[in-house]
């Protein structure tokens, strides 16, 4: 098992499906912000974001809207749960793209998961309310 398939059940929770005890939610907002900020002057535009009550019911607190992808946008999703990040569909993204968005990341001490590991089944300990199908349902979905 590799070192994020690691992290995917370390941070599983067996009670908490939206977040974890003791998550700090206001600091994980302010520090969203700063990334959305470096990439939107990284990449020299406006970025659409949604954040605090806008995302509810769910295991990530906030997202930022990338154009491109299927629906005209990639969604950047920052999970509850171990400074996580994701971007559905990375796959479609432009490797220089997805690298710039990773070191920018890396710069706030977030973990990028890879949308294909979370593709695959949940094999973790919490049940959900109707059950978690897979990964990113647990950590980057609502729930």
Known sequence: ???????????DDPIHWEYPPKFAHRESIVRFRAVARDLSNELGIELRTETETQI?????????????GWFGHHLIRFSNFGDMVSINEDDGLPPDLLERIQAILRRHGYVYIPYALLEQPYTGVNPGVTGIATWWIRY????
């Open 1 to 11: 098992m590799d070192e994020l398939e690691t992290a995917l059940l370390r941070f």
């Open 56 to 68: 509810q019911d769910a295991s990530f607190h906030s997202q930022i809207y990338l154009p491109g």
């Open 140 to 143: 980057f979905d609502w729930v």
